[in-house]
């Protein structure tokens, strides 16, 4: 079992740019919660899929959306990328009951420049 | 407001010696309470949660909603266990899928 994967690993970006990050859930999960990590800072929720739908989301603006492809794949897409949008960007998968733990992905490095 | 709160940034103790991560929160209803770990260049893990009442590497937690405390306990550190610690709840039974993290604790395990 890969577990959670992400990709790319890192990325460098110019301001105003978009970017598409992936990630594959471990094996049996159905739901994909997107965090942002910043230097220093614990992961913060950005929104959570479950059966293609955004099912919850987090204090993050609408230049940051998902989706979830039938497989359970997932894809975060930043518009108008800003400085502060550097961070590390971490997938985690889990099953759909509440109770279920989040296992992560490695994330991906995203840098602004 | 919902917040979780790691005071210490470092945390440096020698082997053998006991730990005692802090973490302390802030919750309206009836949070479940989690410790992840990620070791050098490792991905963020599961540590244990506090409904499973359990003892994983030598490691336990007891919430304390009076004091709303989730404290990370180990009687003997090992060098093994420096890594950085994430202290996080989630609203599970209120209905609400979004975990809460610390800022997290770095733990250093001195020879």
């Known amino acids: 079992d890969a577990g959670v994967t992400q990709s790319p690993t890192h990325l460098i970006k110019t301001r105003g740019q978009q970017v598409t990050l992936r990630c594959s859930p471990k094996?049996?999960?159905?739901?994909v919660s997107w965090y942002q990590q910043a230097l220093g800072q614990g992961p913060q929720f950005i929104f959570q899929y479950y059966e293609e739908e955004e099912r919850q989301r987090g204090n993050f603006p609408d230049r940051f959306s998902g989706h979830q492809f039938p497989n359970y794949s997932s894809e975060l897409n930043v518009n108008a990328l800003l400085l502060g949008d550097s961070a590390l960007y971490l997938c985690?998968?889990?099953?759909?009951?509440?109770?279920?733990?989040?296992?992560f992905g490695n994330g991906t490095r995203l840098t602004v420049t | 407001a919902q917040r979780v709160t790691q005071p210490e940034k470092l945390l440096s103790v020698f082997k053998g010696a006991p730990v005692e991560l802090k973490c302390n929160y802030s919750y309206s209803g009836s949070p479940e309470l989690f410790w992840y770990v990620q070791y050098s260049r490792q991905r963020l893990q599961l540590l244990l949660r506090?409904?499973s009442r359990e003892s994983i590497k030598g490691f336990t937690a007891d919430l304390n909603k009076g004091e709303t405390s989730f404290h990370l306990k180990k009687p003997f550190a090992q060098e093994e266990d420096s890594a950085m610690y994430y202290c996080a709840l989630s609203g599970a039974t209120s209905g609400t899928y979004k975990y809460i993290f610390g800022t997290g604790t770095r733990l250093k395990v001195l020879a």
């Open positions: 506090h409904i």
């Open positions: 094996s049996g999960h159905d739901t």
């Open positions: 985690a998968s889990s099953r759909q009951d509440l109770n279920s733990p989040l296992h």
